[in-house]
DNA sequence: TGTCCACAGGAAATACGGGGGT
DNA sequence: ACCCCCGTATTTCCTGTGGACA
């Protein structure tokens, strides 16, 4: 009797303490399209993001008046919605063209995982039904071709949205020649192209051939800023979480905190997702101590998520690293210790070479720090210094030693 | 001031693996 | 079943270089 009792006022008091209601406002994957559309347009409606749609607006206006709109360069930082209010632009687009009977299509040619230049003619040839989706084997032109056809007689206008266009990984250039120079002259639509990137100088190492035939007009999304943020988040909050569970306080301070780091939305709406369940784990409201636990174990979730689905040879590099107890030590000494680690465990030895553009890697994603020293006339070499807490360091170790299946 | 270490890091060569065409 | 082709990973080869030392 006393169990069930215990039992129940135990359920009773999750409920009780339950804080978040719909998860799946609080993660933009987990919503369609159209759920997606429906949370912006209300972002829209309080006046965020007005600017650059007003620009979007103007620079095609001109189909509606049977002009031929220059093709467009969208600028801005990761996070913080453009690809999402392009789609919804060219969606709106779509709609008045068909109210005008202006024959309109687009297609979003999705690169946010980087791939070489055959995936992404391959994804564009699917989009268009004119190809099935190969893994390898055909050639690069033979997609073309297949396109080209496709569209053959297709008069109206064609609009290819190339969503984070440096990440075409190997020969960007032929990806673009294609698109620039070739299609438009094989087929007769008229094409316009939307290229989006994080990186503002995307065009700087691009064969000049084709850039000087690509005529590029901008827009430039700023990053969201603490009051954009404050709109946002609160939006959210309201459709995902009970209002009476965050104090007062929690969402002024989310904003602020991501709108100094990078005015990332994304990463705003995640660091109040996690504070929820951290809130609700401890079975309290959510409060500004809580956020800051929340910022902390989304920083080492990332670092630790990355590692895991990183490859072999890498995280055997940085376990190497960071089971040194140095401060600070030379490349070739962890050299050393690596290769030792991949012959106890049977894995191939790379050359110095090689692991030393892994160290590079390691560096950028940020687990270590790399710096130069001159040692004048006894050479050069790089060093290292850990740049991870020792907490989290000890967990990545664990974790790596986990995917080698090793105690 | 010139030398020269000990490595960095670019470029090209090579190995590899897996899918499609035939 | 065999060959060809492409993308990726790694190796091999090589040139470049900051600055302590003589």
């Not at 946010?112 to 050639?139: E, H, M, Q, T, W």
């Not at 064609?158 to 250039?173: G, K, W, Y």
């Not at 309201?238 to 709108?259: L, N, P, R």
Request: aromatic share 8%; hydrophobic share 40%; net charge neutral.
């Amino acid at each position: 009797m006393e169990t069930s009792e215990k039992i129940e006022k135990q359920i009773q008091d999750k409920l009780k303490h339950t804080i978040i209601t719909d998860r799946r406002f609080l993660d933009d994957e987990q919503l369609d399209r159209k759920e997606q559309f429906e949370v912006l347009k209300e972002i829209f409606d309080i006046d965020v993001r007005d600017r650059e749609i007003r620009e979007l607006s103007l620079h095609f206006a001109p189909i509606f008046n049977h002009g031929h709109p220059i093709h467009l360069s969208v600028l801005g930082k990761t996070g913080i919605g453009k690809t999402v209010s392009i789609l919804y632009f060219l969606n709106t687009l779509q709609d008045l063209s068909r109210k005008d009977k202006i024959p309109f299509r687009y297609v979003h040619l999705d690169l946010s995982i980087p791939k070489p230049c055959f995936r992404a003619l391959n994804d564009l040839a699917c989009y268009l039904d004119a190809a099935k989706r190969y893994k390898r084997g055909v050639s690069l032109d033979e997609l073309m071709s297949r396109i080209e056809e496709k569209l053959q007689s297709y008069e109206g206008y064609f609009l290819v949205f190339v969503d984070e266009v440096d990440h075409i990984r190997r020969d960007l250039d032929s990806f673009l020649k294609f698109l620039v120079k070739r299609l438009p002259q094989a087929v007769p639509l008229k094409l316009v192209l939307i290229f989006s990137s994080n990186n503002l100088n995307w065009q700087e190492n691009i064969d000049p051939r084709i850039t000087s035939f690509l005529k590029l007009s901008e827009v430039l999304f700023d990053p969201y800023n603490a009051c954009d943020l404050k709109k946002i988040l609160r939006l959210r909050m309201e459709k995902a979480m009970k209002t009476d569970m965050i104090q007062e306080g929690v969402i002024e301070k989310i904003a602020a905190v991501c709108s100094r780091n990078h005015g990332d939305a994304r990463k705003a709406v995640e660091l109040l997702y996690k504070s929820g369940q951290l809130a609700e784990k401890r079975l309290s409201p959510v409060s500004l101590d809580i956020v800051d636990q929340a910022l902390d174990a989304v920083e080492k979730d990332k670092y630790v998520a990355m590692i895991k689905t990183a490859p072999r040879q890498l995280q055997a590099a940085l376990l190497a690293i960071l089971t040194k107890a140095q401060a600070t030590l030379p490349i070739t000494d962890c050299y050393e210790s690596y290769s030792r680690f991949c012959t106890k465990t049977r894995m191939r030895v790379l050359t110095q070479r090689a692991f030393s553009d892994l160290i590079s890697e390691l560096d950028m994603y940020g687990f270590i720090r790399v710096r130069m020293v001159s040692n004048g006339r006894y050479g050069r070499r790089r060093e290292i210094t850990q740049n991870t807490s020792d907490e989290l360091t000890q967990r990545l170790v664990q974790v790596i030693l986990m995917e080698f299946d090793l105690e």
